[in-house]
């Protein structure tokens, strides 16, 4: 049953991801793979923020940072800093953290201590305060410590989207992917229904055995071909468009990426090496193209500046099937969820890694495809609720937008049930235990999200005597001294050049 051929589509990073993944899966096997890119589409050019998971990629593709970070700008991520998503004093900013083993004991307290204030308490809840990657994101350090240190924290990257698809089509290339410049103009299907074969404009007919759909939000086999339904998350996701303006890069390139609520959406501020990456999205609906770019101009201070902005479209969304007769859909052709905790190429990774040990396990056939779906569903769904409740819980009222938002009951059952375990004061591990739905972000990040925006009732006077047992003096002590033992963010960054 082992196929010959397959040939993806599109050479976005979702396209070079699947093709170097493949390639590395199956060096040893007669199977060839084939990428074709057009020369005239061009590819989305942004998401330079990642989670951790980019990391297991590079891990699993033996690239070191020193080979691949300094090539495509790159920059380490602790985490988001989320400003003016709440109005509530004290949770006008908070920090989402990548959590790590270190935060062990303190992650505990930081639990212990939303449950006190959720019982009424006045005990600190921001997890700003708890976590070993808020510590060095605020002092500008770097993830990896000194040798003599030896607890490793969790991480991500930033990084400058179409210099990571030149260096990904590299390493694929020299794992064995054909790489043909050319645009896939028809697509014959077989009786059954399976893809046959492409016509590509420069070198003609293309027949495998096996389609990789990466051609973006155009969706062309996947979509378009094969006519797999779309499901759109808009009635809970306003956001669809996005303007994106480049800024010099600051001296102290903060580990860390920052996403600043707008009147009508939220901007991106993601430090490179050489420049800082800035987007600002938002609902059409809401406000026209201009006036969105003028908000990020005053923003950003460049208002009088020439530097040109760029205006994208999103579809917000996911397919029913990600995987359908003899083609699966990764990237931006399988669906987006809007950018907000940059879990695109998370969804890619996954997607790629789940189908690949479906496939191999079924033999090279359809058996394991329904399963598969169902997962990768359940993963987008459980994004979408985690990045709904940003907007649900806002408490913003500066703008028909946010005050829609939070107004908007077309949230899932998972996310109301979440809400409520949480304001009822009950056991928020307990139901995130039994749920599949919320299992997409960890308990912790439940938590970090809940009481960042200051999701409490009134303080009570009676003090509840558990949660007074956190001795803030000791977790701030344990904190601030395991921070010593890590190197400044750029002379990191410096050290991978040596
Ligand atoms: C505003 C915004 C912000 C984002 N921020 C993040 C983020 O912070 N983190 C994150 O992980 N993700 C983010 N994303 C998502 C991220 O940009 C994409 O997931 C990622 O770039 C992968 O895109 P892709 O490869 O699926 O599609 P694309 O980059 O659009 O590539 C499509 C490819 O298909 C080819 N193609 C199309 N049609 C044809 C044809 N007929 N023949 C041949 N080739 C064809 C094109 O030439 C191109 O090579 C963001 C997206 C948006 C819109």
Redesign the pocket.
Known sequence: MQPKSIVI???????WMAANLMAKKWRNSNIDITL???P???????????TPQLKAFFDKMDIAEHEWMPQCNATYKLGINFKNWSTKKGFEQYFHPFDSALDLHTRKKFILNCYGRRLGDDVKTLPNDFFIAAYLAKQNLGPHANSNFPFPVNYGYHFD?HLL?KFLCDKAIELGVEHIS????DVALHLNGDIEKLS?DSVGWLSADFFID?????S?LLQNTLKVPFVNFKENLFNNS?V?IPSPSSNKRPPQ?TSTALKNGWA?D?PLTNRTGN?Y?YSSDFCSSEEAEIELREKLNLLDSDVEARH?K?KVGRVEQHWAKNCLA????QG?I??LE?????L?QETIEHFISAWDKGNFTNTHAAAFNKNINQRFDGIRDYIVCHYKLNSRTDSEYWQQNARNTKTSGSLAEIINVWLNREDLAQYWEQSTQAKSYSVVSWHCILSGYGIFPELNQKINTQAMSVNMDEVHQFLSQCSRNFPDHTQQLNNLLK
């Open positions: 589509v599109g050479g976005g990073t979702a396209g074709v890119e057009s005239d589409i061009g590819i989305i050019g942004v998401g330079e923020g990642s989207s698809g050319g645009n896939v103009t590509v990466s051609t973006g939000f155009r062309l996005a994106i990426t991106w993601i987007g999205v994208l999103m990764v990237g931006l052709s987006f809007e950018p940059a879990t695109a190429l998370h890619v």
